[in-house]
């Protein structure tokens, strides 16, 4: 089955700088990959998602790459503010047939 | 659109005990998924029901079940609590329809088992 690797699973940056997190994935055959955001005490929140067809997606200060051939994809926060300090997972599917395979989490405080 | 809804969200058990959690899907999301989340192991999947049909299974054991409803509402149920079922369960709720199968998550039920 699917195995989804996330690094680092701590990332303290300053206000203002980059925050970059990575994730791979085991199933060639995995073609869709979102990222939640989860704060304290709340559910995980869909922040951006991509499928195989697409090698990179932007959404404001958020953005996703993929890279098929290394099965590997990663999320990049730029101009971070103090309220990106959350925990971030990184998942991976099969559209949606198979259930969704979550790495660990990344914990990101960015701060002031 | 309302957000998915659980109920309720806190619990206390005693070992031994059942639960049943209950969940709300988007209005119009066929497909409801339960996940169980811990510090050690993350947020793992546990069952998904589209159309009142289970239609994937995690590597739980068969304490943990579930059910949906014609209304897509969905309940699931531990028996025999134990120490270990201590967790957030998460309900996520999907359209599932063409290219949309985004889930989206509920604030989840903190289970703890005493």
């Known amino acids: 089955g699917e195995n989804v690797e996330q690094h680092p699973s701590t990332l303290s940056v300053q206000e203002g700088d980059s925050a970059v997190i990575k994730c791979t994935y085991s199933?060639?055959?995995?073609?869709?990959f979102p990222w939640y955001k989860q704060e304290l005490g709340k559910g995980p929140q869909l922040i951006i998602d991509?499928?195989?067809?697409?090698g990179e997606k932007k959404d404001q200060r958020i953005a996703v790459t993929l890279n098929k051939t290394a099965k590997h994809f990663s999320l990049h926060i730029t101009e971070t503010q103090p309220e990106d300090s959350a925990v971030y997972f990184c998942a991976a599917a099969f559209s949606g047939n198979t259930p969704l395979v979550f790495g660990k989490g990344t914990r990101l405080s960015v701060i002031a | 659109k309302a957000g998915v809804t659980q109920t309720p969200r806190y619990l206390i058990k005693t070992r031994g005990q059942q639960v049943t959690l209950s969940c709300s899907p988007i209005s119009g999301h066929r497909s409801v998924s339960w996940y169980q989340q811990t510090p050690g192991q993350g947020l793992q999947f546990l069952f998904e029901?589209?159309?009142?049909?289970?239609?994937n299974k995690g590597n739980f054991p068969g304490r943990f079940s579930g059910r949906q409803f014609s209304n897509s509402r969905s309940e699931m149920n531990v028996s025999t609590l134990e120490l270990g079922d201590s967790a957030l369960y998460l309900c996520a709720s999907s359209l599932v329809s063409g290219s949309s199968y985004e889930q989206y998550f509920g604030p989840g039920t903190r289970l703890t088992v005493t």
């Open positions: 199933d060639s055959a995995s073609n869709y």
């Open positions: 029901y589209f159309s009142e049909t289970q239609r």
């Open positions: 991509i499928r195989s067809n697409v």
